[in-house]
C-alpha cells in the first residue's frame, strides 16, 4: 500500500484473525478502502464477511490484528469514531412498535441529540428513502422491500462518513433492489463511503468500484469488476443452442469446440453448448466455423463477458451460491 | 438521551404482551374481585335490628333512667349501632308493629324498670327475623344482667344492710351516691362497666383487601416483563436492535441505563394505573394515606424493573423463553401472597408464621405487605421496613444483572 493511500484510508485493517473455537473464520484478513468508495465485500454465506464487519465495528473481540478507522485505532470505546458510523445491518433491525418516524429518530438519537437538527435528518432520510407516504405506519404494515428501506434509514439518518451495509438487499423484489442500490450510489456522490457485503455478484458489479473476495476467512482476489475479471483465463463465454441434438450429437459437438485452441472448456448441457474461451477476437467466428463443419444445425447464439461467479469459479473451483 | 428515553416508554407501553399482562390484566382481575368480594363484606355486615320501646309511665319513671340511657347508646347511629328503636305510646302499637313485621320486637318496662320484649311467632320462624330478636334479646339480657350484678353489689355494701325492699335503679344509684360511691354509680352510668370495641388497626379492618394487595404484588411482578423487553432491545446478544445500538455513538451502559429508567417509568405509571383503579373506581381501602402509596407504587416498580434486568440478563435464552421464566415466578410468589383465594391466603399465613424468610425474600408478598402496613398500622416504621426489603431486593436483583451481563461477548459467524 502506498503512503498517500494509506493516508487517505477510511478503513484499514492489518492482519485480523479472528476464531470461534476452532474454526478460523478470519485469516490475516487485510483491508484498506478510500474516502468515496463502494467497496465490495463478495463471498458465500459464512465467508467471513459478516464477522469481518463486526469486528470493525468492535460488537466482535478478535485474536489478532489492528483496526483503523478514519486513520485512528478502533476501540470498543471510541464512540467518537462510531458516531462517524452508518450501520446497515443484513437483518432489520427496526422497533415494531414505533412508527416509521419514530423508528428513524430513535436511532438518530444515538449519534444526534439537537431535536431540532434531528427532524431535519429524519425527514431528509425518509424522502431519501421514499417513505413520505408511510411515515406514521408501523414496521408490521410495511411491505419487505418498504422494510428494508426504512432498516437502511434508520444507519444512514445521521448522514454518517462511513456506511457499512450488510447484504441490504436479501428476500428483496427487484424494484426495491434497484431503489436500494441507487440509494447507495447517491450516498457515495454525497460524500459517503460505503461498505457493501453481499452474496449476489450482479449488485456487487453494478455498484463498487472495487471488490474484495473472500471464502474461508481468506481473500482471494481484490480489485475492480474489470480487473479481477482480466486476472482469470476466461475472456469470453459462448452459449450456442442445438436445436434437435440428442445427446451424443451435443457430446461430440462439445468435444469438436472443445479442441478448437482458445476454448478452455465446453459443455452440453440442456440443449445448449457452453464455451469457454480466452479473451480473442475470433472466438465466436472459430466456434460457428467449428459447428458448421461437423454439420450441427445451430440455433440462437449469445457471446457474453465473464462474470465475477466465472473468478470465483476459477479461483475456488465452485459456484459462488453453492 | 431524552429522544431514547421517551421512544422506549413509547415503545414499551406499545408492546402487546405490556398492553395486556401489564397494563389490562391487573385491572381485569381487580374488577373481578370486586365482583366477587363484594358479597363477602355484605355478608359480614350486621343491620341494626329493628325494635319498638313502648315509651310509657314505666319507661319514662326514674327506675328505668339507665335502661333509658343504655338504649340511647345501642341505638345511636355508627359502626356500633345494634338496634333501631321506634317509640310507640301503648303496648297495642308496639304489638301491632311487631306483627305487622316492621319491627323484630316490643320492648317493655315493668314497675321495677325492668325491660320485657314480646314477639311475634310467625317472625321467629324467619330467619332474618330470628337473627334480629337474638341481638334484640341479647342486648336486653346483658343489660339485666348488669343491673344485677350491680343490684348484688350495692346491696353487699355495710351501709345498705338496713334496707327491707329490693332497690329500684334510681334507690340503687341515689343509695350508691349518698354513700360515697359515686365514683361506682358514675362507672355503672358510663361505658366503662360494658364491654367496648377497641380497632388496634387504623382503619376497621376487611376481609377482602388483602387480595387487592396481593393483586398489587402480583402486578409489580408482571410488570417484570417491561425491563426483560428493555434490556433485550438494548443487549447486543440478545436482539438485531440491541446489536445495532451498540454500535452507535451512546455508550451500552448509558443505553442500559437509559432502558432502566424507561422501564422504572412504564411501571410505575401501570402500577399507578392499577392503584388508582382500586382505589378510585372500586374503593379498595387503601389507609388514605395516597402520597406514601405512591412511595411504595415507586419501591415496587424498582423491584420489578431490577428483577426484570436480571432476568433479561441471563445469556442463551430467548425473549419468550425469560418471559416464561418471570410469569412462573410471578404465579409461583403470588401464590404464597395470597393471590388466589382463601386456601392460598391461608397458605400465606402458615409460611409466614413458620418460615418468615420465606415472606421476607418473596417479593410478591413484601409488595403486598407495603400496602398492608400502610393502610393497618398507626406507625410508618412497618411501612419504610418492607420499603427497606424491596429496595435491597431491588439492589441485589440489579448487581445479578450487571454481573450476568458483564463479559457478555456478541459472537456469530
Not at chain 1, 483491508?31 to 468508495?37: A, N, S, T
Not at chain 2, 301503648?90 to 325492668?114: M, N, P, Y
Not at chain 2, 419468550?320 to 404465579?331: M, N, R, S, Y
Not at chain 2, 403486598?368 to 402496613?373: I, Q, T, V
Amino acid at each position: 500500500m502506498k503512503e498517500n493511500e494509506s493516508a487517505n484510508s477510511v478503513v484499514s485493517v492489518r492482519s485480523l484473525v479472528k476464531r470461534y473455537g476452532d474454526i478460523l473464520a478470519l485469516d490475516h484478513f487485510n483491508l484498506e478502502i478510500g474516502k468515496g468508495e463502494i467497496f465490495g465485500l463478495l463471498g458465500p454465506n459464512g465467508c467471513g464477511k459478516t464477522t469481518a464487519i463486526n469486528c470493525m465495528l468492535q460488537l466482535l473481540a478478535y485474536d489478532k490484528g489492528d483496526i483503523e478507522l478514519f486513520g485512528e485505532a478502533m476501540k470498543p470505546t471510541r464512540y467518537d469514531l462510531k458516531r462517524r458510523i452508518g450501520v446497515v445491518p443484513q437483518q432489520v433491525a427496526v422497533f415494531d412498535e414505533l412508527t416509521v418516524f419514530e423508528n428513524i429518530d430513535c436511532f438518530c438519537a444515538l449519534y444526534v441529540s439537537d431535536k431540532t437538527r434531528r427532524r431535519e435528518l429524519v425527514e431528509e432520510a425518509i424522502e431519501f428513502v421514499g417513505l413520505e407516504d408511510y411515515r406514521k405506519m408501523r414496521p408490521k404494515k410495511l411491505s419487505g422491500g418498504l422494510l428494508r428501506r426504512l432498516n437502511i434509514a434508520c444507519g444512514i439518518a445521521h448522514k454518517p462518513e462511513l456506511i457499512f451495509f450488510d447484504e441490504p438487499t436479501v428476500a428483496v423484489d427487484p424494484q426495491s433492489r434497484n431503489a436500494i442500490l441507487d440509494g447507495i450510489v447517491r450516498l457515495r456522490d454525497e460524500g459517503a463511503t460505503v461498505v457493501y457485503t453481499s452474496h449476489y455478484m450482479e449488485e456487487v458489479e453494478q455498484i463498487c468500484s472495487r471488490i474484495m473476495i473472500m471464502d474461508g476467512g481468506k481473500i482471494l482476489a481484490l480489485g475492480t469488476a474489470d480487473e479481477l475479471k482480466r486476472g482469470i483465463a476466461v475472456g469470453e463465454k459462448i452459449v450456442i443452442e442445438l436445436p434437435g441434438a440428442v445427446e451424443a450429437r451435443g457430446c461430440a459437438a462439445a468435444q469438436t469446440v472443445g479442441a478448437l485452441p482458445h476454448v478452455l472448456s465446453c459443455e452440453f448441457a440442456n440443449g445448449e453448448l457452453h464455451a469457454a474461451c480466452e479473451a480473442s477476437e475470433r472466438n465466436l467466428l472459430d466456434v460457428l466455423g467449428a459447428l458448421k463443419s461437423s454439420r450441427v444445425a445451430v440455433g440462437r447464439v449469445y457471446s457474453e463477458p465473464p462474470t465475477l461467479n466465472d473468478v470465483f469459479l476459477e479461483i475456488t473451483g465452485r459456484e459462488l451460491r453453492d | 438521551m431524552g429522544a431514547l428515553f421517551a421512544h422506549t416508554v413509547r415503545m414499551l407501553v406499545r408492546q402487546r404482551d405490556v398492553l395486556i399482562w401489564v397494563i389490562l390484566f391487573p385491572l381485569a382481575l381487580a374488577t373481578l374481585f370486586h365482583v366477587m368480594l363484594s358479597n363477602i363484606d355484605e355478608s359480614y355486615r350486621v343491620d341494626p335490628a329493628s325494635c319498638v320501646v313502648v315509651a310509657d309511665d314505666n319507661f319514662n319513671s326514674e327506675r328505668a333512667v339507665f335502661f333509658r340511657e343504655m338504649l340511647d347508646e345501642v341505638s345511636a347511629p355508627g359502626a356500633g349501632q345494634l338496634l333501631d328503636v321506634a317509640k310507640v305510646a301503648t303496648l297495642e302499637e308496639g304489638r301491632e308493629a311487631v306483627l305487622s313485621g316492621d319491627a323484630a320486637a316490643c320492648i317493655t318496662v315493668d314497675e321495677e324498670g325492668l325491660p320485657s320484649m314480646q314477639v311475634s311467632p310467625l317472625a321467629a320462624s324467619l330467619t332474618t327475623g330470628s337473627i334480629d330478636q337474638s341481638v334484640v334479646r341479647a342486648v336486653l339480657d346483658q343489660y339485666c344482667q348488669i343491673y344485677a350484678e350491680m343490684k348484688q353489689t350495692f346491696l353487699s355494701q355495710p351501709s345498705a344492710q338496713g334496707m327491707q325492699a329490693p332497690p329500684s335503679e334510681g334507690e340503687l344509684a341515689e343509695f350508691a351516691r349518698s354513700a360515697g360511691m359515686s365514683e361506682a354509680a358514675s362507672a355503672f352510668m358510663s361505658d366503662a362497666v360494658r364491654t367496648q370495641q377497641v380497632d388496634v388497626l387504623r382503619v376497621q379492618a376487611s376481609s377482602t383487601v388483602r387480595y387487592y394487595y396481593a393483586l398489587m404484588g402480583f402486578a409489580a411482578l408482571m410488570s417484570i416483563t417491561v425491563s426483560i423487553n428493555a434490556v433485550s432491545a438494548a443487549r447486543a446478544n440478545t436482539s438485531a436492535v440491541g446489536a445495532r445500538r451498540q454500535v452507535s455513538g451512546v455508550s451500552p451502559a448509558r443505553q442500559l441505563a437509559v432502558a432502566m429508567a424507561a422501564s422504572f417509568v412504564t411501571v410505575f405509571f401501570c402500577l399507578l394505573l392499577a392503584f388508582a383503579y382500586m382505589r378510585f373506581v372500586l374503593g379498595v381501602e387503601f389507609g388514605g394515606r395516597d402520597g406514601l402509596a405512591m412511595l411504595a407504587l415507586a419501591a415496587c416498580a424498582l423491584m420489578s424493573t431490577a428483577l426484570g434486568a436480571a432476568i433479561g440478563a441471563i445469556p442463551k435464552i430467548s425473549i419468550p423463553g425469560k418471559t416464561g421464566i418471570a410469569t412462573g415466578i410471578t404465579c409461583f410468589c403470588a401464590l404464597f401472597a395470597g393471590l388466589y383465594g382463601e386456601p392460598s391466603m391461608q397458605l400465606a399465613d402458615r409460611v409466614s408464621q413458620s418460615a418468615p424468610w420465606a415472606v421476607l425474600v418473596n417479593p410478591a408478598a413484601q409488595a403486598a405487605n407495603a400496602f398492608y402496613d400502610l393502610t393497618y398500622y398507626d406507625s410508618l416504621a412497618p411501612f419504610f421496613a418492607t420499603l427497606c426489603v424491596l429496595a435491597v431486593m431491588a439492589a441485589v436483583f440489579f448487581v445479578v444483572a450487571a454481573l450476568l451481563m458483564r463479559r457478555q461477548n456478541y459472537e456469530r459467524l
